[in-house]
């Protein structure tokens, strides 16, 4: 089975901070992505990745950027966290092509930014 | 713009009772349907999809999906359902074109009583 971790489920953080969230998958999916899970407003797509060294932005990308230095791990950056980010961040990964393959999720990280 | 509707942001039912989530969207083209379901706290799991062929998809733990390309529907089913089957659906569709990811919706919770 597809395994997607994420390095924190939950993860309090200040104003200002500068936030990493790790994601990893152990099945050597090439495509990964960042979505933030918010009531009511389902999940926005922030960024993802093609492969090692390429990012695209998603829906959302204003205050994130993201790492995809090996092709297992995805990370998330807050450069300098706001209350507005506080949200489900959740990742996950995906064979690529233009076929349906489903997208396998991590757990999701609980971010609160006071 | 692409996007998916679900038009109910709770549906409540009494177990035993047949269910249904519905989700229009509009994306152009033949996209990919996907349903997955988020059980509190939890990342979201894949429960079925629809690429092409027969228009009744079956997926996991009893759930069916009516694909109706003239409305552009993709409707989650059950028969019979159970309190267990209590949580967050969302609908996800991926339009026909390499890397791209999914669109969801804003998400249905449900509610199933003893």
């Known amino acids: 089975d597809v395994k997607v971790t994420q390095s924190s489920r939950y993860l309090v953080k200040r104003t200002g901070e500068k936030v990493f969230l790790e994601c990893v998958q152990d099945m050597d999916h090439e495509n990964m992505f960042w979505y933030r899970q918010d009531p009511g407003l389902g999940l926005r797509l922030i960024y993802f990745?093609?492969?090692?060294?390429?990012?695209e932005k998603g829906d959302i990308p204003e205050g994130y950027s993201v790492s995809r230095e090996k092709k297992e791990r995805f990370s998330l950056i807050l450069e300098s966290a706001s209350t507005n980010q506080t949200s489900m961040y959740l990742c996950a990964s995906r064979e690529p092509g233009q076929g349906a393959n489903e997208q396998f999720f991590g757990p999701g990280t609980r971010l609160t930014v006071l | 713009a692409q996007s998916v509707a679900q038009p109910e942001d709770q549906v409540n039912v009494a177990e035993g009772n047949p269910l249904t989530v519905k989700c229009t969207y509009s994306?152009?083209?033949?996209?990919?349907l996907f349903w997955y379901v988020q059980y509190p706290n939890r990342g979201l799991q894949f429960l079925l999809k629809y690429i092409t062929g027969d228009n009744l998809v079956k997926g996991s733990y009893g759930f069916e999906a009516e694909f109706n390309k003239s409305q552009t529907s993709f409707h989650l089913k059950k028969p019979s359902a159970l309190v267990s089957d209590s949580a967050l659906y969302f609908c996800a569709v991926r339009p026909n074109q390499a890397g791209t990811a999914l669109i969801f919706g804003k998400g249905t919770t449900l509610s199933v009583s003893s």
């Open positions: 990745s093609y492969d090692v060294k390429m990012k």
């Open positions: 994306v152009s083209g033949n996209p990919y």
